[in-house]
């Protein structure tokens, strides 16, 4: 086996499960960042690292090691950073810039070495970025301005460099999301229809209200419901038997059911 397939498979074995003997077997066997793993020596500010996020999701996922710094002669060096980042943190630094459907998917794991098989990594701290990336998504935008980073910008990775997205990494990206088939206009669609439908209901009373035994006249003394009379709700006859939540979970087992047919496991 290559070195470089084992790289790529090490990287691929922490993307999916990533755990901390994973990622000592990545840092142990690195042979550099390529487009979809790239290290840092400590974190940037959050525009930049906001901006590596969108690159490395809009290039179809990854991650980002801190903790890994590039030495003069272009190898990397695994020297851990001084203390954790609280994630919550992390978040709050990233939130202004990243869609949140993104940011929800991206996960901060934390991975500290008190022990190790892997003598160069023991009493050392990382944090990685495991960026999400969803076809049906793409493409993820930037939402800010900064030094760092353009607002309502596609990212891209081009190499171990995020830039931004030429005409023909452009194409590329929408292209990924029309083979997925998926349309958000389906999801607009349903989204206004159902306001729609809550406009309607809101346009009928439920009751009418009828006015019994009062006293329409002002008299010193009498109570405001001997004044007023007995106010009584009386169902309107026409208001729709079927309430709107019970017609909403009605729609929602039709729902259910179409796709039980579509994926043909409606007799399992």
């Given amino acids: 086996m290559t070195t470089k397939k084992l790289l790529k498979e090490e990287f691929a074995k922490f993307y999916e499960t990533p755990t901390r003997d994973n990622l000592r077997e990545l840092l142990k066997n690195n042979l550099g960042e390529f487009p979809n793993l790239d290290f840092k020596k400590q974190w940037l500010p959050f525009p930049q690292i906001a901006r590596h996020i969108l690159g490395i999701a809009n290039a179809g996922g990854g991650c980002i090691v801190i903790g890994v710094a590039e030495k003069d002669d272009k190898t990397l060096e695994s020297n851990g950073i001084e203390s954790l980042i609280d994630k919550s943190k992390i978040t709050d630094g990233l939130k202004k810039f990243l869609p949140n459907v993104l940011l929800t998917e991206t996960e901060f794991g934390d991975f500290s070495y008190e022990a190790s098989e892997y003598s160069k990594l023991v009493g050392k701290k990382f944090q990685v970025v495991i960026v999400s990336s969803d076809?049906?998504?793409?493409?993820?935008?930037?939402?800010?301005?900064?030094?760092?980073?353009?607002?309502?910008?596609?990212?891209?990775?081009?190499?171990?460099?995020?830039?931004?997205?030429?005409?023909?990494?452009?194409?590329?990206?929408?292209?990924?999301?029309?083979?997925?088939?998926?349309?958000?206009?389906?999801?607009?669609?349903?989204?206004?229809?159902?306001?729609?439908?809550k406009m309607l209901y809101s346009q009928i009373d439920k009751y009418h209200v009828r006015v019994t035994g009062g006293i329409f006249e002002a008299i010193q003394g009498l109570s405001q419901s001997a004044i007023m009379g007995t106010r009584e709700q009386i169902p309107n006859p026409i208001y729709p038997e079927e309430g709107f939540e019970n017609f909403i979970i009605k729609m929602i087992e039709k729902k259910k059911k179409k796709i039980e047919i579509l994926l043909d496991i409606g007799n399992l």
């Fill in 135 to 197: 076809p049906k998504r793409l493409p993820y935008i930037s939402l800010s301005e900064s030094e760092d980073i353009r607002n309502n910008t596609v990212y891209t990775r081009r190499g171990t460099a995020t830039v931004e997205a030429s005409y023909e990494e452009l194409q590329s990206i929408i292209n990924r999301r029309l083979e997925t088939g998926y349309s958000s206009q389906a999801e607009i669609d349903i989204k206004t229809h159902i306001e729609q439908l």
